[in-house]
């Protein structure tokens, strides 16, 4: 199983971002899809998380900015980001936590996606 993300780069304040992350491999069911930030010196925190009902959570430093969505079908999930600033920078990390073939169930991160927010 492999989670890629792509999407990151370089926005000034105020613009926005579409991170996205599609899983692969073999899979049965995916739970739990979101996304995580660890930004220089810091912890890495959750950003956003989305059920496979659609139920959503997210930091309350994302709310009303941030839209996390998921398509089922393609096994991705994404993270619109708008209004950013610039202590969004950080590195993105998105997150299963899903049920391979063999019937396991495990947590999958993918490597990372860079976002950079200049003032």
């Known amino acids: 199983v492999q989670l890629q993300a792509s999407g990151g780069g370089l926005v000034q304040a105020g613009g926005s971002l579409r991170l996205s992350c599609a899983a692969s491999?073999?899979?049965?069911?995916?739970?739990?899809m979101g996304w995580y930030r660890q930004a220089p010196g810091k912890q890495r925190e959750l950003v956003a998380t989305?059920?496979?009902?659609?139920?959503?959570e997210y930091a309350d430093s994302v709310k009303g900015r941030f839209t996390i969505s998921r398509d089922n079908a393609k096994n991705t999930v994404y993270l619109q980001m708008n209004s950013l600033k610039p202590e969004d920078t950080a590195v993105y990390y998105c997150?299963?936590?899903?049920?391979?073939?063999?019937?396991?169930?495990?947590?999958?991160w993918g490597k990372g996606t860079q976002v950079t927010v200049s003032s």
């Open positions: 989305i059920t496979s009902a659609g139920s959503t």
């Open positions: 491999g073999s899979i049965f069911s995916i739970n739990v």
């Open positions: 997150y299963a936590d899903l049920v391979e073939s063999s019937w396991s169930r495990a947590d999958y």
